[in-house]
Structure formats: C-alpha cells, structure tokens
C-alpha cells in the first residue's frame, strides 16, 4: 500500500521537474529572440550608414560606369567602411567575386549563403557559433540607379553579447534549480507536517478497531486535523462512555432477569399452595360428599380462605403489572376501525347465548393511544356486556366525536343495578351480580377496562336507565392529520 506522503513528494517532484523544465526553455526562448533583435537592428544600421557611404561616393565623382567604380574603389571603401562601422568589410562583383577585404581570413572557409541570397538580389546574414565565439556574415547588393554594381559583405563579432547570454541563462539555471529546490524543500516539510498526523490518527483508529479505547491523540495545532484529532478523542470518549452505560445497563439487565426468575419462582410457589389445599379439600369433599358434616364445614371455610388469599395474591400481581404507557409511546390509533374489527369478531360470542349485537361507529375516528390496549378495552366491554344482558338481547355499540373528544357507548339490556353499587363494579372482582354471568367469570373485565381508560388519560361512566346498563368511555381525540387532541 503506498503511503500518502510518498504520493504527495512524487506529485510535488513531478509538478517542479516540468515547472522548471518549461520555465528554463521559456527564458532561453525569450533570451534569444531578443539577442536576434538585437543582430537584425544592428546589422539594418551597419547597412543604412554604408549605403548611405555608397551613394555620396557615387554622387561626388559622378562615374558614369558604377560598376566599374565601384571595383577600382574597392580597396578605399572596404577600408572606410571598416573604420567607420568597426565591422571587417568585404567587396565583392555581382557575381559574388571578392575585389577586396580588409581581412580575407574572415571570409574564406566559411559558409556562404549569406553570399548566394545577396547575388540573387537579398539581403541576408548567417550565424557562426562556436564554444566562445558567435560571429555574423552581412551581405546585401549595392544597387545605383536602379542597377546593382557589386556586393558588400561584413563580418561582425557578437560574441560579447552570446557570451552576457550565457551567463544570464546560468545565472537563471541557478537561481531556478535554487528556488524549486527550496519549494521542494518546503513541500517535503508541508507533506510531512500533514502526513504524520493522518499515519498516527491511521494507528489510533487500528487501536480502536482492535477494541483498544485508551487510546488518545494529543496535536499541538489549532488547524483542522487539530480539530479532528480533538473529534477523535471526543469521539472515543463517548463510545467508552457508551460502552459503560451499555455494561452497565447489561449487568442490570442481568440482574433483573434472576430476580424476575426468582419473583415467577417465589410466585409459582405462593399460588401453587393455596391452589393445592383447595384442590385437596374440594377432592376429599367430593368423595364424602355430606356424610362428614363437621369435615365438610372445616373444607369449605379453609376453600374459602385459601380463595380470600389466593384473590388478594392475585390482586397484588394485577396492581405491579399495571404501569402508565410513555408518552413517547402514545401514538394516533385509528379507534374506529379497530372496534369495527372487535365487534365482527364477537358476533360469534353472541350467537353462543343467542343475542346479537350491532354497532354504528365513525371508522375515521382516532384517539392518541396505544392499538394492543385499546382493543383490550373494547373486548372487555363487549364480552361484558355479553355476559350480563338478558337472554335474546340485543347488544349495541356506538362510537363517534363529540366537542374534539371520542365517545364510545356500549348499551345491553340487564337487571337493575342498584345506584350505590355503580362505583363499585369498576374494582376487580366486583361483577353486576345479575344476569347470565358466564360460569367461571372472574369479575377482572371492568377492573382491566378502568386500568386502560385510565393509562389513556381518559374517563369512564356506568348507568342504568329503563332496563338498559350503559357504559360510556371518552378518549382523547385526534384531528384529520393526527395532530393532537382536538379542544
């Protein structure tokens, strides 16, 4: 795996190796093209002023043949032309045939294409370079009159002005190599400065992972990875903080488990005797039937004791199961249409003892509660009501909005209830003492029905009017886009 910082160094070597490369052949680029400039301007004066000789040469002594002047002058104007210009100058025929030059060394053995272009009628200069000198060959056509009589020719030393470039461009080269240099130099520091907290924040997180959580990151440095070595460190702390509360909350968990084991263990026991020594006096009892009227006396007062205990157990059972929903838990219910469901699935309870039931219930109706509870309590209302209306009755619900709240009525015909005894038909094992209670009732219903009501925040009322028991149940409601009681 390649680390970061070698990748940063290559891209950082790449990027100043091309800079330079690029940059070193601008400034040479440049450098010579203005050194031609320089050869071109000057060689354009050193032709203006020998042409400029030339012509006043001509006008002063009005030769009628130039061509022929200009070859007995040769010797004269090559030697002016050489003292006036600095230039070493040569005089040749319009055939390129060399009259004259001051010296002739300059123009042997050297390239002529500067020659040939001025025969054919141009001016033109070539370049000689060698390792210390840089020389030029100028040669232009005279033309007097409209007619050309000869050539002339310089050679001219630049190798002054090649040499100062030279030394420019090294003195360029070393100053270039000596800043990207020093620009790598820094970008190595700044790579490694940026590097080496990632490399130790990489170690850390492996730390982490392995499942070590000491493990702490500590940066000078106000920057972003100071930052986030600081949401590192915050960010292992409260994992382990995490991780406390979850060990914590385990070992709890843990401890609730064996005392729940040992509350079922301690419970099982308790209603196992009781329900023991009443399955034994019920059985002995049986058996004797009356013959033993003593024995039959002591069985049932200690049946009806071990009852009274085993009631009041199972009272105390229901009040520690019993506990108020969260809030965070309550949640819009569609309360119409789960009571719709309960009362379909009754009607076969009812055909049981021949009764019927029916029902008119706004299906759109909500109330904020929990689903499993509230079906709960529309079960027990109805099976209620079921057991204790007259025989071939007629059961009905009914469920409906009235000022932003649900109302639910649940309406059977009965016997009548006597008034003081309403309040206590809500207490568990508190029937209505009437009617065709199904055998083996317990009496809980309306005790489990209160519970709920309760939880929800609601109320709940028992009447008796004209042979009919009525139980009304209001609920908090909740509006089209469930957003809360309604007021």
């Known amino acids: 795996m390649k680390r970061i910082s070698t990748k940063f160094l290559a891209g950082f070597f790449l990027i100043f190796l091309v800079s330079f490369l690029v940059l070193n052949s601008a400034v040479k680029e440049t450098i010579f093209t203005s050194n031609q400039e320089r050869v071109t301007s000057e060689l354009a004066d050193l032709k203006n002023n020998s042409s400029v000789y030339v012509r006043q040469a001509f006008l002063i ?60 009628g141009q001016t033109a200069y070539s370049i000689a370079y060698d390792s210390t000198r840089a020389s030029v060959l100028f040669s232009y056509p005279v033309v007097i009159d409209g007619t050309k009589v000869g050539i002339l020719r310089f050679a001219k030393d630049f190798s002054p002005l090649y040499a100062q470039t030279g ?124 013959q033993d009227r003593e024995f039959f006396e002591k069985g049932m007062n200690h049946i009806i004791q071990e009852s009274k205990r085993l009631h009041e157990m199972v009272i105390r059972l229901l009040e520690m199961a019993r506990k108020n929903p969260p809030e965070n838990e309550l949640e819009p219910v569609p309360a119409g249409r789960i009571l719709r469901d309960v009362c379909e699935s009754m009607t076969i309870r009812t055909q049981r003892y021949k009764k019927s039931i029916v029902w008119e219930i706004d299906e759109d109706l909500l109330v904020t509660g929990q689903s499993d509870r509230l079906r709960q309590l529309f079960i027990n209302l109805i099976d209620n009501a079921i057991k204790y209306s007259l025989p071939v009755s007629r ?28 309040d206590e038909l809500f207490r568990p094992f508190r029937g209505t003492g009437g009617g065709t209670r199904e055998d ?35 609920l908090a409601g909740m509006d089209a886009e469930g957003k809360g009681e309604r007021r």
Do not use: C, W
């Open 61 to 120: 002594n009005h030769f009628t043949n130039n061509e022929l002047y200009f070859g007995q002058m040769a010797q004269e104007m090559a030697a002016d032309l050489n003292h006036a210009t600095g230039s070493i100058a040569g005089v040749y025929t319009v055939d390129g045939e060399l009259l004259y030059a001051t010296e002739k060394s300059k123009f042997t053995g050297v390239t002529t294409s500067d020659l040939r272009r001025a025969i054919g």
């Open 395 to 422: 059961i009905s619900v009914s469920a409906r909005e009235r000022d932003g709240r649900a109302l639910f009525v649940f309406d059977n015909p009965s016997e009548p209830i006597e008034t003081e005894r309403l």
């Open 440 to 474: 083996g009732s317990s009496g809980l219903g309306l005790g489990i029905v209160k519970s709920i009501v309760d939880d929800h925040g609601g109320s709940i009322a028992l009447t008796h009017a004209d042979g009919h028991t009525a139980v009304t149940v209001e």
């Open 167 to 290: 030394r420019i461009l090294d003195i360029v080269f070393y100053v270039t190599v000596l800043i990207f240099a020093a620009a790598f130099l820094f970008s190595y520091v700044l790579s490694r400065h940026i590097t080496i907290p990632l490399v130790r924040l990489t170690r850390a997180s492996n730390e982490v992972k392995n499942g070590n959580l000491n493990v702490r990151l500590r940066f000078k440095r106000k920057d972003e990875i100071g930052r986030l070595a600081d949401n590192f460190n915050d960010m292992i702390a409260q994992l382990d903080r995490q991780i406390a509360i979850i060990q914590k909350d385990r070992d709890r968990l843990k401890e609730l488990n064996e005392q729940e084991k040992l509350f079922f263990d301690n419970v099982t026991h308790e209603l196992k005797t009781p329900l023991t020594s009443i399955l034994g006096y019920a059985e002995l009892i049986r058996q004797k039937e009356t």
